[in-house]
Every structure is written in C-alpha cells, then in structure tokens.
C-alpha cells in the first residue's frame, strides 16, 4: 500500500467533508447525503478517483465509525430518561418496526410476490441507520422531548428488527422446509444475548474504573480502549456489536455516578471517521444496482415509506406524542444504510438460490433510503422544531 496516496486521500476526505458541512449550512441539505453524493461521484460507479486500497478500508471504518455510535446512543438511555420518555420511546420504535414489517410483507404479498422474497424484505425493512439519523440530530442543533424520542428508538430499533428478521427468516426456512429453529435460535442466544452479555461484563467494571484519573487527565484513551473491546468481543463471538455497544454505554451512564466524560471524549473524535465513513459508503455503492430493483424493489420502497409513517403515528399514539410530533416521527426514521445489508446478506447466505436477486434489490433500495433517508429526518426535526414555542 502506497502511504502517500493513504494520507492523501484522508486528507482530501476530512477537507471534503469541511466543504460539505459548509454547503449543507448552505443548502439545507443534509451533510449525510451530501457525503454519500460525493462518495458516488469520486467512487468506482462515477469518477474512480479512491484508490482501490482505500476502498477496502470501508468494513473496518464503517465498524468503528458505527460502535462509537451505538456506545453514544446508550450512553443517552439514562434511567431519568427512561423514566420520562421510555412509554414514547418503546411505543414508537416498537410500532415502527412492527408495522413496516407488516405493511412490507403484506404490501408484496397482496402484488403477488414470491413469498419468500415477502417475508426477507419485511425482515429488512425494520432496519435503521443509527450513525446517519444521529448526525442529522446533531447538525440540527434541536433539543426536546422529540429528540430524545428520536434517540432512544434509534438505539433500540436494531434490537427489535434483529428479533423480527430472524422470526421472518425462520419462517422462510420453513417455506423451503429447512431447519427454523436452529435459525431462530442461533440469532436469540447469539447475537442477541450475547450482545446484551457482553455489553453487561465490559460496561459494569468500565463503569466503576473509567474517569478515576486525576483531574485534568483525557480519558479518550479508555473511553476508546472500552468501545473497542465491546465491540472487538462481539464481533468475535458472533454476537450484534451494535447492541452490545450500546448497552456498554447505557450501563456506564445509568453506574458510573462519578463522571460522563468518555462520552464527552468520544463526541469530540467521532466526526472525522464519519466523514469516511459516509464517503466510503458512497464509494461502496453500485449505482447500476438501481437498474436491478425492478417493481419488487419500487413496491419495497413505496411500502416501506407507508410503512415507517403509519408505524410512527400509531406508536406515537399510543405513546401520548403530541400530533405534530407523532406525525412526523416515521419521517425521522426513514434512513436505512449498513445494517439493511448486513441482513441482506445473511438472507443472501440462507437463500443461495435466491442471493443475487436479494442482494441486487436490498443494494439499489439501500442507495434510495441512504440518500433520501436523512433529508426526511431533517425536514421531520425542522418541522417539529418550528411547531414549538420558542426556547424549547
């Protein structure tokens, strides 16, 4: 590998998302889609400027980038919080997923589908693209009920869609007259438990040994030494790193009486792996994948659209959201990037006979939702934010 062109191109990147930032305050367009843009322009699909080594980078980045993330949304999951919005947060993300699997699966299923292809899809619908939603958050500069709202369904989310993907994976497996349990039961006491274990036995020591150096001291040398070794461990056993991640956070913030800074710390390194993050996810994408979705994917979108605002209001309903806010609540979760596709390819991986389709549809549907996703989330938090009085 060449080092110069390696600090070269992350040069250009970090400066390219200074840019960006700028043309976003700008535009009102979101620095999220601003940078996936530009990643498909200077990416293989257009231009072919990223070096073919830089490319390669993407998994790994895109993994740091996404558990320091997941560790700052669990980190917000406080017990006064729970306390205050936990109804709203549990009624809204649960109903979102819920009813987009629901609208989805049936959706495809009244057009006369594959069912197969009806119940993987409604299994990927669920998902969300925290690092994305989160961004758009924290360019927006708005606080509130909604916010917080916003955050804790986005930590959750993924929790919930990996439940409802595995039940819908299973009930694939038994459609080709596979083993639905071992499936089922792999995703639960894996990925799920394991995630929820694990982030348990790094969070609880790292709770009471973090920021106990004297005052003045950084603490971002353990912060990430924690956020790394959750994740490393997940990874390693199998388990969602983006679970175990964020209940790693939200058992430091809920123990560790003593400080908050690591997540202070985190906040102010995260940035600079979003910007490759985003550009390289950019890069990664096949635009010709879009000439692939054909009607299953258009109908994929449209459904999941309905879906996500249906799920929204009706979790918001229920929850006590006020009307604005339930209203655009399903906007603000439109986004859909990395871990849609993680699903992909386990359904790809499942359903070999299937693979190129799937990963073609959930390809070309996943730069629909990249690039759209935050513009929704922005439009629904200006909104809100517009319809409050002011100062809150």
């Known amino acids: 590998m060449d080092h110069s062109q390696v600090l070269l191109t992350l040069g250009g990147f970090l400066l390219a998302g200074l840019a960006l930032d700028a043309l976003g305050r700008r535009t009102r ?120 709202t916003l955050r804790g369904a986005v930590a959750i989310d993924d929790a919930w869609a990996l439940i409802v993907f595995s039940l819908l994976l299973a009930a694939g497996h038994m459609l080709n007259g596979s083993d639905a349990a071992a499936s089922v039961g792999h995703v639960v006491l894996v990925e799920i438990c394991g995630a929820i274990l694990i982030g348990i036995a790094i969070g609880l020591p790292a ?33 969602s790193y983006l679970l175990a991640t964020m209940i790693c956070g939200a058992v430091i913030a809920n123990l560790a009486r003593h400080h908050t800074r690591p997540f202070h710390e985190i906040e102010s390194i995260e940035w600079p792996f979003m910007v490759v993050f985003f550009i390289l996810a950019g890069a990664s994408l096949q635009i010709e994948a879009l000439a692939a979705i054909g009607l299953i994917g258009s109908a994929y979108v449209v459904l999941r659209f309905v879906g996500r605002v249906l799920g929204g209001w009706l979790g918001g309903k229920l929850a006590g959201m006020n009307p604005v806010e339930r209203y655009w609540i399903g906007f603000a979760l439109m986004p859909q990037a990395g871990v849609a596709m993680g699903m992909a390819l386990v359904a790809a991986a ?43």
Do not use: H
């Open 207 to 239: 709770a009471y040994l973090t920021g106990r150096l004297k005052p003045g001291e950084p603490s971002l040398t353990e912060a990430l030494g924690v956020v790394f070794l959750c994740g490393g461990l997940a990874l390693g056993f199998g388990a």
């Open 350 to 392: 499942a359903f070999p006979e299937q693979a190129q389709s799937i990963l073609a549809i959930a390809i070309g549907t996943t730069i629909i939702f990249e690039l759209i996703g935050p513009i929704f989330t922005q439009m629904a938090i200006s909104r809100v934010a517009s319809s409050q009085p002011a100062g809150n």
């Open 29 to 148: 367009l979101p620095r999220v889609t601003l940078l996936v843009l530009f990643g498909i322009i200077v990416g293989p699909s257009s231009l072919n400027l990223i070096p073919l080594a830089a490319a390669e980078w993407y998994p790994l980045v895109a993994k740091i980038a996404l558990v320091m993330v997941a560790f700052l949304l669990g980190g917000r999951l406080t017990r006064s919080v729970i306390q205050k919005d936990g109804r709203r947060i549990l009624g809204v993300s649960v109903g979102a997923v819920l009813l987009t699997a629901a609208t989805v699966g049936a959706g495809l299923w009244i057009l006369g589908f594959d069912p197969l292809y009806c119940l993987v899809f409604a299994g990927i619908s669920t998902a969300t693209a925290p690092a994305a939603t989160e961004d758009v958050v924290r360019s927006s500069g708005f606080n509130g009920p909604f916010i917080t």
